[in-house]
């Protein structure tokens, strides 16, 4: 404990350590957060989610403080809800029973860059007759356009952008641009200003509602940014972090105990046991590590708990071992091992306790290093598509942004938050695994 | 102790052969017999490359891995130790009733361990001891060697030559073992030190009731310690005398010229020397091993010479036939 707190004082002394450890510990709170704010089944019922879950998020949405970076601002979504409003709503009810409900969403438009993607959903009461709705759009300068006259259903989606016979009417232009824009301005510019997009219905049952849900998607979405399938991309990115981290760890520590473990019994008694494990070292480096992981994840199971077990056999009788190896042969043949020999020590008080500790000085900034290697190594395997398929990660985001051509499209942001997360783990450990070094291998000291 | 007729340790025949390449057969250790009573010093004289070290190792069973063959009898206190199983003889034998102190003893110690932790290991690993008790037992045995009190929390590296020297024979004292062998244990030292090495041994045999088997180049300092010499040349011993008879006049011719090298202050005679090399032991000549570095060679030589007592000095020379 003494030695521990006393490494941690020398280690403070190297500025870069001090900042990879504030990167590390960062990193844990993101986790912590993750973890805290997305608890595992909700993350992983959104991150899984249907149509339903993210029906009023963007798609290829970016996040929203470019903006602040952005000359011509970014639309932002655009949500009004007349069920949450009562005050967008006014009911006439007629003595036949009947009534004319009329919903009034007023909304301000004032981006350099249209709305995405125009969406009204309908919910209404009725038993038997449907009720019949009109849907049109007021703009700033008082024209009043007409979209649509409809019969709904207990929920309809009316999809305006995809509405064919409003683009014909607009000349073949998508509603969206058309609609938004001012048709004095040459070339054409979006009009700024207060929209109101009005439904009038009209119920034939009495005890009959309508209600309406106007989304008129935007270019930017929350603080990440959202995927091709609407989900908010701040999900994977925080979850990502734990994934990430514990896969590291698990990795870098299963793989460098156990071979070292190995490396110490097997040189201690030498012989064929030193035979057969050098041996099979020598067959399992020349075995192709990545497709042998990609059989894994293709016959067995991607899950990640059975990647991280084949990683760590497979890393277990790696080069490291020969590595170790090298130096307990070493430590062997010390006099003081034969000393302790000789006065009748058991061989595992030997191994565990004389020749293991000679060994850790060097291991440790080996093992903080192998951290951030693993870490890749698990976002290469979720872009070669060999991620875990429930959980969401930093690799996932890569994978999906490559098969659905981010970089094509210029969605360079789905591309570089989690590599920026990627390489922040990876600097983060390789700071504090360098000043490690420098303490442990003090011939690197002052050099 | 009235054993004194029985002896403390008796080697009949010990053999120890190493492997060498794929044919080769080194005979370190080539039929040795000597007899060792308790309280009693003997000195282990010869030359370098003659099989001292290796004897050690064979008493004490530390073994290689390329062992061509090991026989004999080591009889300690009437027990066989031969006859023990690895896991019994370091369970009964090592540290127990036997210890060594190791060539350069001075890195025998544990770089990463406390000096007092370490001499208190033995004690730990054989007693089962708490390691209260064992740090006290160690402390005992650093007061015993001379090793101040404070030396007892630092690192082998922290301390002097000297320092580390005693400390490992601290650890080989420890467990009050019946006997101790000691692989030149003042080589690497400097004089002043090696002096102070050998007031230590000195004391400690008088106080403790220990034996000791010293293995040696050093004849001057060793005399003084020696009850018994025992002079091995090309794995074998040619002469086994007490100090004071073989000091003052040894038997075999071997002996006798490694006696004349030793150089004598204020003394005309210039230090003699041995013409040639002792024999590879890969191939040791047949007959007499130092036949053909005597001086006083005849035609028997050519015939392995038996092992004769005079007047309880055992010699193997067919001068003494």
């Known amino acids: ?107 301000t438009f004032n981006t350099d860059s249209y709305q995405k993607d125009l969406v009204v959903y309908f919910k209404s009461k009725f038993t038997e007759k449907h009720p019949f709705v009109a849907v049109s759009l007021r703009t700033p300068d008082g024209r009043n356009i007409r979209l649509k006259n409809l019969a709904i259903g207990l929920t309809e989606t009316y999809r305006i952008s995809q509405d064919k016979e409003l683009i014909q009417k607009l000349g073949g232009e998508v509603p969206e641009v058309a609609l938004f824009q001012d048709p004095e301005s040459d070339p054409p510019q979006p009009l700024k200003g207060d929209y109101v997009l009005e439904i009038e219905g009209v119920t034939f049952e009495p005890g009959s509602d309508i209600d309406a849900e106007f989304i008129a998607f935007g270019d930017v979405s929350g603080i990440a940014g959202t995927d091709h399938l609407r989900r908010d991309l701040l999900i994977p990115l925080l979850w990502g972090a734990p ?160 098969a659905n051509g981010a970089l094509y499209n210029g969605w360079y942001y789905w591309v570089l938050e989690p590599s920026v997360l990627l390489m922040f783990t990876g600097l983060a450990f390789a700071m504090v695994g360098f000043a490690l070094d420098r303490i442990f291998n003090p011939r690197l000291r002052g050099q | 102790m009235a054993k004194n007729d029985t002896p403390l340790l008796k080697i009949e025949d010990l053999v120890l052969h190493f492997k060498v390449g794929k044919t080769g057969v080194v005979r370190a250790v080539d039929g040795v017999n000597f007899n060792l009573g308790f309280k009693e010093a003997v000195v282990v004289l010869g030359e370098s490359g003659c099989g001292k070290t290796s004897l050690a190792k064979a008493i004490l069973r530390l073994l290689p891995k390329n062992i061509e063959r090991y026989s004999g009898k080591v009889i300690l206190n009437g027990v066989d130790t031969m006859a023990l199983d690895d896991e019994a003889y370091r369970k009964e034998v090592r540290w127990v009733k036997m210890s ?174 041995i013409v040639g090399q002792p024999p590879s032991l890969l191939d040791p000549p047949k007959g007499c091993r130092f036949a053909e570095r005597c001086s006083k060679c005849f035609d028997l030589c050519k015939d392995e010479p038996p092992v004769e007592d005079r007047d309880g000095r055992l010699v193997k020379c067919w001068l003494y036939v």
């Open chain 2, 100 to 273: 060594m102190v190791p060539q350069a003893a001075m890195n025998s110690l544990n770089p990463v361990m406390k000096v007092g932790e370490q001499v208190a290991e033995p004690v730990m690993v054989h007693g089962g001891a708490s390691k209260e008790d064992a740090l006290k037992q160690a402390r005992k045995m650093f007061a015993h060697v001379g090793v101040p009190d404070q030396f007892i929390d630092r690192y082998a590296f922290e301390l002097s030559g000297g320092m580390r020297q005693r400390s490992a024979i601290a650890m080989a004292l420890v467990t009050a073992p019946d006997l101790i062998i000691l692989d030149e244990p003042t080589s690497a030292l400097d004089v002043l030190t090696q002096a102070n090495i050998f007031n230590v041994l000195k004391r400690i045999k008088n106080e403790l009731e220990t034996s000791f088997i010293l293995i040696t180049h050093d004849i001057a300092t060793s005399s003084e310690l020696a009850d018994k010499v025992a002079v091995m040349y090309a794995g074998q011993i040619v002469e086994v005398s007490d100090a004071d008879r073989f000091f003052h006049e040894p038997l075999h011719p071997y002996a006798k010229k490694l006696m004349a090298s030793v150089p004598k202050l204020r003394a005309t005679v210039e230090p003699d020397f």
């Open chain 1, 1 to 107: 404990m003494k030695a521990i707190v006393r490494g941690f004082k020398e280690l403070i002394k190297y500025p870069s350590a001090v900042a990879g450890l504030a990167m590390i510990a960062l990193l844990i709170i993101l986790s912590i957060t993750a973890i805290v704010r997305y608890p595992y089944s909700d993350a992983i019922r959104l991150w899984r989610g249907t149509e339903q879950d993210w029906k009023d998020s963007p798609k290829f949405a970016q996040p929203a403080w470019t903006n602040f970076f952005r000359l011509n601002k970014l639309s932002e979504t655009i949500q009004l809800d007349s069920s949450q409003h009562p005050d967008y709503k006014t009911v006439d009810v007629k003595s036949d029973g009947s009534s004319v409900i009329k919903i009034a969403l007023p909304f």
């Open chain 1, 243 to 402: 994934v990430a981290l514990l896969f590291g760890l698990m990795a870098a520590v299963g793989t460098t105990i156990i071979s070292m473990s190995i490396a110490a019994v097997s040189t201690w008694f030498g012989g064929w046991l030193d035979n057969i494990t050098q041996r099979i070292v020598e067959i399992n480096m020349i075995l192709p590590f990545l497709p042998i992981l990609i059989m894994v994840g293709t016959f067995y199971s991607r899950s990640i708990g059975v990647i991280l077990g084949t990683v760590i056999i497979l890393g277990i009788f790696g080069s490291q071992i020969k590595t170790f190896r090298a130096m307990f042969l070493q430590t062997k043949e010390s006099p003081y091992i034969e000393a302790a020999k000789a006065y009748g020590a058991s061989d595992t008080r030997i191994i565990f306790q004389y020749m293991l500790p000679r060994v850790i000085p060097v291991l440790i900034p080996q093992f903080i290093l192998l951290i951030p290697s693993y870490v890749f190594l698990e976002a290469s395997l979720a872009i070669l598509g060999l991620g875990d398929p429930v959980l969401p990660t930093w690799g996932k985001i890569i994978n999906d942004s490559y």
